[in-house]
């Protein structure tokens, strides 16, 4: 089946600092990934949607210039959290969908858990 | 924008209850409604879905059905059993945003007793 792969699944970086976080399909190539973020017990929203060899997407009241989205390829999209603050101590998580496949169900990260110290 | 609502935000149950988890949205346009089971510390993971054009769809002790009139669509599961407990959230999508992108609800917390 479809695997998406997050990295890092835990980090914790001082305040001012950045932050990269990888996302990668194992097993299927990968046009479109989305990036969420989920507070402790909330529902999970969108921030951006990042597509192969072009510009993110991102939703409204998403800053750009501080999550910071490239999508090189079609096994990987990395999230940079530029300056860190404590606010931003979150789970992240990234979904992917499959390049070939009309409407296959989107496949989700296991998160990555960011504290800002 | 889509508007996705889900009830109830917690629900207990005794092994081998049912259990069923409400959704409703607002665009009538929206034709994908997956739902997600989300245990702690890790990412969503998909269960089921089903598209506008079918009223039903069953998988062993899952199934959910979708009401398009009343905009609204709801989880089953039958024969629940501890491992059951989680995070459950359902979504919708359609056009204009495309398939993928996903709005949530807020989320159910099943917990199941044994």
């Known amino acids: 089946g479809a695997v998406v792969s997050q990295h890092p699944s835990r980090v914790i970086c001082k305040s001012g600092t950045s932050v990269k976080i990888e996302c990668r399909s194992l097993?299927?190539?990968?046009?479109?990934m989305f990036w969420y973020r989920q507070f402790p017990k909330q529902s999970l929203m969108l921030m951006a949607t990042?597509?192969?060899?072009?510009?993110?997407?991102?939703e409204q009241g998403v800053e750009k210039d501080k999550f910071l989205i490239n999508h090189a390829s079609l096994t990987l999209s990395t999230l940079t959290v530029t300056s860190a603050h404590p606010e931003d101590s979150s789970f992240y998580i990234c979904?992917?969908?499959?390049?070939?496949?009309?409407?296959?169900?989107?496949?989700f990260g296991n998160g990555t858990r960011l504290t800002v110290t | 924008g889509e508007n996705v609502e889900q009830h109830p935000s917690t629900l207990s149950v005794q092994e081998g209850d049912s259990a069923v988890i409400k959704c409703t949205y607002s665009?009538?346009?929206?034709?994908?409604f997956p739902w997600y089971k989300q245990e702690l510390g890790k990412g969503p993971q998909l269960i089921i879905d089903i598209r506008s054009n079918v009223g039903e769809k069953k998988d062993q002790r899952i199934a959910v059905t979708l009401n398009k009139t009343a905009k609204h669509f709801s989880l089953h599961i039958t024969e629940t059993q501890p491992e059951d407990s989680a995070v459950y959230f359902c979504a919708a999508s359609g056009p204009p945003t495309g398939y993928s992108t996903l709005t949530f609800g807020k989320g159910t917390m099943l917990l199941v007793s044994p």
């Open positions: 990042s597509n192969e060899g072009s510009k993110a997407t991102y």
């Open positions: 979904s992917a969908e499959r390049r070939t496949a009309y409407n296959s169900p989107l496949h």
């Open positions: 097993d299927f190539q990968a046009t479109t």
């Open positions: 665009d009538s346009a929206s034709n994908y």
